[in-house]
C-alpha cells in the first residue's frame, strides 16, 4: 500500500521524511488523513504504508528513502528489531534517519523493558512526538516511556523519574506538588 498526491505546481521536500508509527487500527486512519488534508493543495507529497508480509520486496531502501511519510505498525518495528537482534530496526531505520517520528496511541510503549518500546526507541529522528489519549494506564510510571521516547532530559531518565516524580506522587503530601508541577513545566 501506498500512495501519494500530486498537483501541478510547487513541490514539496523533506531532507529527511517523517515516520509515524502506531497501531494497526489507526494506519488506514493516517492514510486518509493524508489523503484528504494534502491532496488538493499545490505541494507534491508522498507516502508509504510499510506493513505486510511483503513489505521488504515492495518497499525497497531507495524507495522508502524518497517517500515523505512512512507510516507503520509498532508490530512491524518490533518484528524488524527482533531480526537485528536488539541492535538497529533493519530496513529504512537502520540507513537513514527521520525528521520526525511520531508515536501514536504512544501508551503502547509503556513498559521500557518490552520489544516494542526498545524497538519505538532506536528509531532515528531529529524530532520525536508522541500522541495518546491514554498517557497513564496504570501507573504514574507509564509517563516515563514517552519521556523517553522524547527524549526529554532527566525525565527519560527512569531512577530520575521514580525518585522525583512517581514516588513522590505515589505518597501524596507536599512532594507531590512539586512532583505534579515538574510534570506541568
Not at 486512519?29 to 506493513?51: A, D, M, N, S
Not at 520526525?100 to 532506536?122: G, L, P, Q, W
Not at 524530532?127 to 523517553?148: E, K, M
Not at 530520575?160 to 501524596?172: E, V
Amino acid at each position: 500500500m501506498g500512495g501519494s498526491c500530486f498537483m501541478m505546481q510547487g513541490s514539496f521536500s523533506y531532507d529527511n521524511g517523517i515516520s509515524i508509527v502506531g497501531t494497526k487500527s489507526i494506519v488506514l486512519q493516517w492514510e486518509e488523513e493524508i489523503k484528504q488534508l494534502v491532496c488538493g493543495i499545490p505541494i507534491q507529497l508522498t507516502y508509504i504504508v510499510h506493513h505486510g508480509n511483503d513489505r521488504g520486496r515492495k518497499h525497497s531502501l531507495a524507495v522508502l528513502g524518497k517517500a515523505n511519510i512512512v507510516i507503520t505498525t509498532y508490530g512491524i518495528i518490533t518484528a524488524e528489531y527482533e531480526q537485528t537482534q536488539g541492535m538497529r530496526l533493519i530496513y529504512m531505520y537502520m540507513y537513514f534517519a527521520f525528521n520526525n517520528s511520531r508515536s501514536d496511541e504512544a501508551h503502547e510503549i509503556r513498559n521500557v523493558r518490552t520489544k516494542k518500546a526498545k524497538a519505538a526507541f532506536s528509531l532515528h529522528a531529529l524530532y520525536r512526538w508522541c500522541l495518546t489519549g491514554t498517557p497513564i494506564q496504570n501507573a504514574v510510571l507509564d509517563l516515563h516511556s514517552l519521556f523517553q521516547f522524547v527524549g526529554v532530559e532527566d525525565f527519560s531518565d527512569e531512577s530520575w523519574f521514580k525518585k522525583n516524580i512517581a514516588l513522590p506522587i505515589s505518597k501524596g503530601g507536599p512532594e507531590a506538588l512539586t512532583a505534579q508541577w515538574l510534570l506541568k513545566v
